[in-house]
């Protein structure tokens, strides 16, 4: 398969990892949960985990495919809009918010 459109993930957290199996036709994902989440990958689609560096790479011949399997991928944690952890595109930005102001004088 010549592989035309690529969609690049990162994952930001302590413990978040990914690893491809059977060829590129199963992802894993330890995400913080209890379990860990697989996802069966669309014939036109085949995913590359790098182990070291958190990335995950979706590539395919059909660009509606790749980046709708992208966009499932990146809905099992989003990313969060305090910390920045979550499932991020390789060319996302996240601003954060600030968190709450602590009153000092008041428990």
């Known amino acids: 398969m010549e592989a035309k459109y690529f969609r690049f993930l990162k994952l930001v957290g302590t413990g978040y990892k990914a690893r491809a199996e059977a060829g590129g036709r199963l992802?894993?994902?330890?995400?913080?949960?209890?379990h860990e989440v697989e996802m069966t990958v669309p014939p036109a689609v085949r995913v590359f985990?790098?182990?070291n560096d958190n990335r995950i790479v979706c590539a395919g011949i059909d660009k509606e495919r790749t980046h709708q399997f992208a966009a499932s991928v990146r809905s099992c944690k989003?990313?969060?809009?305090?910390?920045?952890?979550?499932?991020?595109?390789?060319?996302?930005v996240i601003k954060?918010?600030?968190g709450k102001k602590n009153k000092l004088g008041k428990k």
């Open 49 to 51: 985990c790098f182990k």
């Open 27 to 34: 992802l894993y994902l330890k995400l913080g949960y209890s």
């Open 78 to 92: 989003p990313p969060e809009v305090y910390k920045g952890k979550g499932i991020l595109y390789a060319d996302e």
């Open 96 to 98: 954060l918010k600030p």
